[in-house]
């Protein structure tokens, strides 16, 4: 836009119409706003004068705008304009005015700057406004005057104070003395603003704030509002320089627990700084935090119980589990308010604090844990919301480091907290069982959340209590009040937890009782609450039929129909959401699988279902794997009538984009061929090869490694597709083999396809063919006479394969390929002599070759070539060939007795040791630690450390 179309908007600012300026002031910010925005140092001056001048608009609206305004321009003009903006902003806050709206606006206009402020304008930007707002802290007698300079001065020395060092000194110089002021408004302003300063000040400057705060502790002259200012800005201090603080705490600590404990009857919030900073010394400096553990833990769990204007009978201890005393509880709460009690942040602050304890010293966790975790369990009963839920946040917490720190003891450590915690779980599960019968829905959803965290950390703990839970559980799913969906959410994960993670025979005496509500659950309008509900029905079915096909357990049966009719209600209906519909599929899938014998009158009916969801674009992805499923079930399921549909559709998901589709389909594919595979027809498995083949590449090999095995499953249970095999996967197969980024799953799967292919008796596939192209392959690859990194790779693997297609093929096979490999070695072709080597070493360690003489000789021949590559893989066939030797002993142990045995070596008259150290003496050093790693590679894995440096310790010698 013109400058002249900018002074028109310009003029419109300054109509007496306010719906004219609140429009014109818009078309501005959108001006402004745009990247090709640009004017001259005139028009620039104006639009700052301008822009000013509506942040004083009595329109609310307009002023409003003009903030934005402000925002995007700071970022437009030239620097002298963003400071003329600045300054005339920092004096409207200073300076005494009749208006106060016009000191609230230039307050939110400097934080509008301040967060925008970036580049070279920044330091410019925040040194004018510190100055400034120095200036008007230092205005005692006007309290508004110092709260906003003070609150405009802690977000400029959050934000950029590393960029006003020399400004340091001045601001504590006039900050300290502020926090022995009478007004409680200004001591907290000035406490956030050193606090903001803090990380940015120099070590002696933080030594000296400390001292001096420490200093005002210890006179113990202090009125108690000032004193409780003075403990929350030792906190604020500790937060905010984090360990730089830890050199005080020895001080420190001390001094504020003394605090707490002299704190005047009713001074709780006294009591609650005290223990506010006492938590940032441990999550801050938990190191030099140590020392005070013990009174830090004790100090957290006595303000846990502190609560002096309710009493409770000791004996409601005893009868957590009789859910009596629930009402009485609820009677009290009415009598307390926040206004009358504040004894309740005492109590919260107390269970931050050994939350951070737990956090910060998991090596005392045992200690921690035998003191900590009765006394948490026993604040259950809380009759503060706010305190119950830091109650179960601070025993959740406790629970997952105990399952984080168990490891590092002894199974059979009596200090494990492993330990501990099973024997305390009888009586946290009496205390939860009465907390899921409490009024609040929070605080049953803090319950769930607890008994979650225990199953997930101690799998078996609920087994011998779950009818005390049962309950609980059927009142969550049943609930009707305003938050009972998160309620159910969080019930139905903690039952599906609980299911997965104990025995079937453990929950089958409560699946009746727990049917009804889980099946009431998975009938909810809301999504979340009837996806989890269908979850836990496939967990259910696991515990109705543990280990099919047995057969089920009478008491059990009636719960099989109306299981069935629950999730096919989900799945026909049309109208539900993805989760839902997925969810339905999945455990559809799993109740035929397990149960489809005694619902066999309902199969045709689920398997047209599935059908139509595996047609269906939305619910594919599920379905296919619905079919996996059905394909892996130990029941003789009658699929006839889907399977070639099935079939037909799943190997159309093969051309798909969706990786995790075709993904998915190969797998349905593999199971389905594995049980199915003898009553396929020809057309739908030459279908599945040609679409397989496609996918047999290096560009991925997860995908390549299941079309693999699922060719080799099709060659299992149909021979008669060998010759599909042959011409589609084999070239892709020995397209594969040739690259070097095959490893892992697919070099795996591809081995087996050999030896599959030379078992189906075709002309085109015997183990002769396959060698002589495999060798082929692997001769192919030569570009010098030495190779690179990638055909090394290459070769690796076509020796692999030779290795597992020779062996099998029996003696005769084994020793023409030998034959045929030592004449590759007196080939002058360095590839092909590599290729010879480490084939020879494959078969080796697979067979043994000792009967063959001319092996070992064309193996120390080699070990004398002038290229390294073949010296390497000579030294690699040597080890593979000497481990069929250390079969059947502790190679290790092996290794140990050589230094005696080459020591005597030249008076021996041993040919085995004669030979080998006639080998390893030809070895240079790089190909005998070689050697010795290949040897050490396939022992166990307890002796493989021991076996490698042994080796190596003794080749040195």
């Known amino acids: ?393 601070a025993y959740c917490d406790l629970l997952r480091q105990v399952g984080v720190v168990s490891h590092r003891y002894g199974a059979n450590d009596p200090n494990n907290p492993l330990h501990l915690l099973q024997a305390d779980v009888g009586t946290m599960l009496k205390a939860a069982a009465k907390q899921l019968s409490d009024k609040s829905p929070k605080t049953r959803m803090g319950m769930f959340t607890v008994l979650k965290t225990l199953v997930g950390v101690l799998p078996g703990s609920v087994a011998d209590h779950v009818g005390m839970l049962v309950p609980g559980i059927l009142l969550a799913c049943k609930d009707k009040s305003a938050s009972s969906s998160s309620l159910k959410i969080e019930a139905l994960t903690f039952l599906r937890v609980a299911l997965e993670n104990n025995s079937p025979t453990v929950f089958q005496p409560h699946v009746q009782q727990l049917s009804q509500g889980v099946f009431t659950a998975a009938g909810e309008r809301y999504y979340k609450v009837a996806a989890e509900a269908l979850r836990v029905c496939e967990q259910m079915i696991s515990v109705i039929r543990p280990n099919p096909p047995a057969a089920v357990e009478s008491k059990l049966t009636p719960v099989v129909q109306p299981l069935y009719s629950c999730i096919n209600g989900r799945l026909a209906a049309q109208d539900q959401d993805q989760e839902v519909k997925e969810c339905a599929i999945l455990g559809m899938a799993h109740l035929i699988a397990t149960l489809g014998d005694v619902l066999s009158t309902e199969v045709p009916n689920v398997l047209k279902l599935l059908l139509d969801r595996l047609r269906n674009e939305i619910t594919r992805l599920p379905a296919v794997k619905a079919f996996a499923i059905l394909a892996n079930s130990k029941l003789d399921l009658p699929i006839d009538g889907a399977l070639e549909p099935a079939m037909a559709e799943l190997t159309s998901f093969l051309r798909k984009a969706n990786r995790l589709l075709r993904q998915a389909a190969l797998q349905a594919l593999d199971a389905l061929v594995a049980k199915y595979g003898s009553s396929l027809d020809t057309a739908s498995t030459t279908a599945v090869v040609a679409e397989a083949s496609v996918l047999i590449n290096d560009t991925d090999l997860s995908i390549a490694a299941l079309s693999l095995k699922l060719a080799v499953t099709l060659l299992e249970k149909q021979p008669g597709v060998a010759q599909e095999v042959v011409d589609k996967v084999l070239p892709a197969g020995l397209q594969l083999v040739r690259s070097p980024l095959l490893q892992g799953a697919a070099l795996a799967e591809l081995q087996a396809l050999f030896p599959a292919l030379a078992q189906t008796g075709s002309p085109s596939a015997s183990t002769e063919v396959l060698v002589s192209t495999l060798l082929d392959e692997g001769r192919g690859r030569r570009e010098s006479a030495s190779t690179d990194g990638s055909v090394r790779q290459a070769q690796h693997g076509v020796a692999l394969c030779c290795a597992v297609l020779v062996v099998p093929a029996g003696q005769s096979q084994i020793d023409a390929t030998v034959k045929q490999l030592l004449q590759m070695l007196k080939s002058a072709d360095p590839a092909s002599q590599r290729l010879a080597l480490l084939c020879l070493g494959e078969i080796g360690r697979r067979t043994d070759l000792s009967t063959s003489s001319n092996v070992d000789s064309a193996i120390n021949s080699s070990l004398s070539s002038d290229s390294e590559d073949i010296k390497a893989a000579a030294s690699l066939a040597l080890g593979e060939l000497m481990l069929l030797l250390l079969q059947g002993c502790r190679r290790w142990l092996y290794v140990v007795y050589l230094p005696p045995i080459i020591l005597v070596s030249g008076t021996s008259d041993m040919p085995l040791t004669n030979g080998l150290v006639a080998r390893l003496s030809a070895m240079t050093s790089r190909q005998q630690q070689t050697w010795a790693s290949v040897s050490c590679s396939r022992s166990t894995a307890v002796d493989q450390q021991q076996c490698r440096l042994s080796c190596q310790q003794q080749l040195v010698k």
Not at 97 to 123: C, F, P, Y
Not at 238 to 261: C, E, I, N, T
Request: proline fraction near 3%.
């Open 1 to 393: 836009m013109s400058a002249a179309a900018i002074n028109l908007i310009l003029e419109k600012v300054a109509s007496k119409d306010k719906d004219f300026r609140y429009m014109a002031t818009s078309d501005l910010l959108n001006e402004l706003s745009k990247d090709t925005f640009q004017v001259d140092s005139e028009l620039e001056r104006k639009l700052c004068k301008v822009v000013a001048a509506q942040l004083e608009d009595q329109s609310g609206d307009i002023s409003g705008l003009a903030v934005k305004c402000l925002a995007v321009l700071v970022r437009k003009v030239q620097e002298p304009r963003v400071l003329e903006l600045v300054r005339g902003l920092c004096d409207k806050v200073i300076t005494v005015s009749k208006k106060d709206e016009s000191r609230d606006i230039a307050t939110i206009g400097l934080k509008t700057v301040i967060e925008v402020a970036s580049g070279a304008t920044a330091h410019q930007v925040a040194a004018l406004i510190s100055s400034k707002m120095l200036e008007g802290v230092q205005q005692k007698d006007n309290f508004d005057i110092t709260n906003d300079s003070l609150d405009i001065l802690t977000d400029v020395l959050g934000k950029f104070g590393h960029l006003l060092p020399e400004q340091h000194a001045m601001i504590l110089q006039t900050l300290l003395p502020y926090l022995d002021d009478n007004r409680q408004g200004i001591r907290k302003r000035a406490l956030h603003c050193i606090g903001a300063l803090s990380p940015f000040l120099s070590d002696d400057q933080l030594d000296s704030v400390a001292k001096h705060k420490l200093d005002r502790l210890s006179s113990g002259t202090m009125k108690p509002d000032t004193a409780r200012s003075y403990v929350q800005g030792i906190a604020t201090l500790s937060k905010s320089v984090g360990y730089r603080f830890g050199r005080h705490l020895d001080v420190a600590v001390p001094l504020v627990m003394q605090y707490g404990q002299k704190a005047a009857e009713g001074d709780d919030e006294l009591r609650e700084f005290t223990l506010q900073a006492l938590e940032s010394f441990v999550s801050r400096s938990p190191n030099d935090a140590r020392p005070f553990l013990d009174q830090l833990l004790s100090e957290g769990l006595n303000y846990l119980k502190h609560d002096p204007n309710y009493a409770v009978d000791d004996m409601d201890e005893g009868d957590e589990g009789a859910g009596s005393g629930v009402d009485d509880d609820d009677d009290d709460d009415e009598d307390y308010s926040d206004d009358e009690d504040m004894s309740w942040k005492v109590r919260r602050a107390a269970a931050k604090l050994i939350s951070a304890l737990v956090h910060a010293y998991p090596d005392q966790l045992s200690d921690i844990y035998s003191k900590a975790a009765g006394e948490l369990v026993s604040r259950f009963r809380e009759r503060e919301e706010n305190v119950k839920a830091d109650v179960f946040a």
